[in-house]
């Protein structure tokens, strides 16, 4: 699969699939003002070649958690369809509270309830190794960030990766730009389940 925002403006969807593309998250939020401008054209024309979507939040931590979802719901929910993917909180701005911890498990909490489906944690391993979550955040699926390695190292409290993000200079057909590439840790149909 692959992960594009604003930075991947043009994507031919219908190659992209043809060349054994699956799954595609698009940046949808940031904060809670920013709506990322490419968000709906990726959504509609990746899900017309029948790639699996997927939509993604990056969480500021100096935001609140409840004002953060809200602009997320309301760019998802202005699509008027279910996405096939999980919401994603995006965890990954460096520095801030220890007190960020709980506003995104605030932020998860009102997904989850929101959309009736765990939603996904994306970070880097050193990241999160620094901040020391809890262990009730392994009950979130785990989408780490991991380059030029064989296999991600994957950051306790988690035992297994759900989704590696193995390259951020991937070269995809249909993707003029280099793109973000993923690997789902399991099987096509495991992951229409997710």
Request: zero cysteines; glycine letters at 6%; aromatic letters at 14%.
């Given at each position: 699969g692959v992960d594009v925002s604003?930075?991947?403006?043009?994507?031919?969807?219908?190659?992209?699939?043809?060349?054994?593309?699956?799954?595609?998250?698009?940046?949808?939020?940031?904060g809670i003002y920013y709506h990322d401008p490419m968000f709906v054209k990726h959504v509609k024309a990746a899900k017309a070649a029948g790639v699996l979507v997927g939509a993604y939040h990056f969480f500021h931590h100096s935001n609140a958690a409840r004002a953060q979802f809200l602009t997320y719901a309301e760019t998802v929910d202005s699509l008027g369809f279910k996405l096939d993917l999980p919401p994603v909180l995006d965890w990954e701005q460096q520095g801030g509270p220890k007190s960020q911890i709980f506003t995104a498990?605030?932020?998860?909490?009102?997904?989850?309830?929101?959309?009736?489906?765990?939603?996904?944690?994306?970070?880097?391993?050193s990241f999160m190794a620094a901040l020391q979550v809890s262990p009730d955040f392994a009950a979130y699926p785990l989408w780490v960030a991991h380059y030029q390695t064989k296999a991600p190292r994957v950051p306790a409290p988690w035992k297994q990766w759900t989704i590696w993000q193995d390259s951020e200079t991937g070269t995809v057909p249909g993707v003029t730009s280099?793109?973000?590439?993923?690997?789902?840790?399991?099987?096509?149909?495991?992951?229409?389940?997710?």
């Open positions: 604003h930075w991947e403006p043009e994507v031919d969807w219908v190659k992209a699939k043809a060349s054994g593309i699956e799954f595609m998250f698009a940046k949808a939020t940031e498990h605030e932020w998860l909490t009102l997904a989850e309830s929101h959309y009736g489906r765990k939603p996904m944690i994306y970070t880097g391993p280099h793109v973000d590439t993923n690997w789902y840790n399991g099987t096509l149909d495991s992951l229409r389940a997710l």
